[in-house]
């Protein structure tokens, strides 16, 4: 039985050896957050330490506004003020239209200011009797691409003004 006894006593030794993560006479570091039993940043925790989540991703930069932005600009201010699918706007005489986008004419956009642009869109009444309404937008591309204003140009291919 000694022998069975030194055998024992050499294989705890050889365990207690490999615990302490020696490799070629130095320690080999402990992934980050992860410790081994009595051997913490102090040396008294055996409780691993969380790992702490990666920083969030830094937010992508908006790209500039250009031109070809102007026609989804103008749609999506109309679709925004819009209820029942009609747009529902005063021309200068105080005239109120319920009005449905037709079509943008994108060969009329202009640069007018710095930022600023123009063009016309084409809209159509929602109701009876039909009339054709030519609105002139500008659309300040600078910043958020806000219709800046609008102005009745044509009905029924008349002057509006």
């Known amino acids: 039985m000694d022998r069975f006894a030194a055998l024992f006593l050499a294989s705890l030794a050889a365990i207690a050896a490999a615990q302490d993560y020696e490799v070629g006479g130095s320690y080999i570091d402990a992934p980050p957050g992860v ?23 830094a937010p992508k930069a908006k790209a500039p506004l250009t031109v070809q932005d102007w026609p ?17 706007t005063r021309d200068h005489g105080g005239k109120t239209w319920r009005l449905k ?9 202009l640069k007018t200011d710095d930022g ?23 659309v300040d591309l600078s910043g958020d691409g806000k219709v800046a204003e609008y102005r009745f140009r044509k009905i029924d291919g008349k002057s509006a003004y």
């Open 101 to 109: 986008l037709d079509l943008i004419l994108e060969g009329s956009i």
């Open 35 to 57: 410790w081994a039993p009595g051997h913490g940043p102090s040396g008294e925790s055996d409780t691993p330490v969380p790992i702490p989540p990666p920083p969030p991703p």
């Open 116 to 138: 600023l642009y123009v063009g016309d869109a084409l809209f159509v009444t929602a109701k009876k009797p039909d009339h054709s309404i030519d609105i002139e937008f500008t």
């Open 72 to 88: 989804a600009l103008v749609k999506r201010y109309v679709d925004r003020h819009s209820e029942g699918g009609a747009w529902t």
